[in-house]
């Protein structure tokens, strides 16, 4: 019975020691966590060195030298017996007389004015003609218009007939006027006649 209360009285001193110890314990761990840690961190931060940058100065580069001409090539000599050559070495000429229009009974104003060549083009010699020593004349008849140009050419007159009528009409049509002003408009004139004379000079 003794050793009953013996170790009865050894366990509450047991328990009691370790109620004690846990409590003291758990103050100890509130005040630990409430404290804030002692003590410094220190932040390692790794900086780069400056990096150089080379500058390289370009120098335009030298533009080539040009190529040196070619030199000067013969000119080809023409065989005499070449039609187009002899045909090409002969003096021509085309004669354009002045124009004769229906101009008569018109009173003109100041401000009004008669019709005025401002080009006249030459007729181109037909080759054929030339290498034969042809000469002759062509009369074309036209229509001034209000632009100025050349309108409806036909042959009224040529000599011989049909080899210098398509030179002759080719030319007219590239010729311009001032075009007749009548009470201050232009106004068309018909009957307008042009000789083209083909001559070679010898």
Request: glycine residues 8%.
């Amino acid at each position: 019975m003794l050793r009953f209360f013996a170790a009865l009285l050894v366990a509450l001193a047991v328990t009691a020691g370790l109620f004690y110890l846990m409590q003291s314990l758990i103050a100890g761990g509130e005040g630990a966590m409430s404290e804030p840690p002692k003590g410094s961190v220190l932040d390692f931060v790794r900086v780069k060195p400056d990096e150089v940058v080379e500058q390289k100065e370009r120098k335009p580069k030298r533009p080539p030298e040009p190529e040196q001409p070619p030199p000067d090539m013969p000119q080809p000599q023409l065989s005499s017996s070449d039609m187009d050559s002899s045909a090409g070495a002969m003096d021509f000429s085309t004669d354009i007389q002045a124009d004769t229009g229906l101009s008569g009974g018109i009173g003109l104003d100041t401000s009004d004015g008669e019709y005025l060549p401002i080009v006249k083009v030459q007729a181109v010699y037909p080759r054929r003609a030339l290498q034969r020593g042809i000469e002759g004349y062509v009369v074309v008849e036209f229509t001034v218009t209000k632009q100025g140009t050349v309108r409806d050419p036909y042959v009224v007159e040529a000599s011989p007939e049909s080899i210098f009528d398509q030179a002759a009409l080719d030319a007219v049509l590239k010729f311009k006027y001032k075009p007749r002003v009548v009470n201050g408009e232009a106004v068309e004139v018909a009957g307008v006649q042009n000789r083209l004379t083909f001559a070679i000079d010898r």
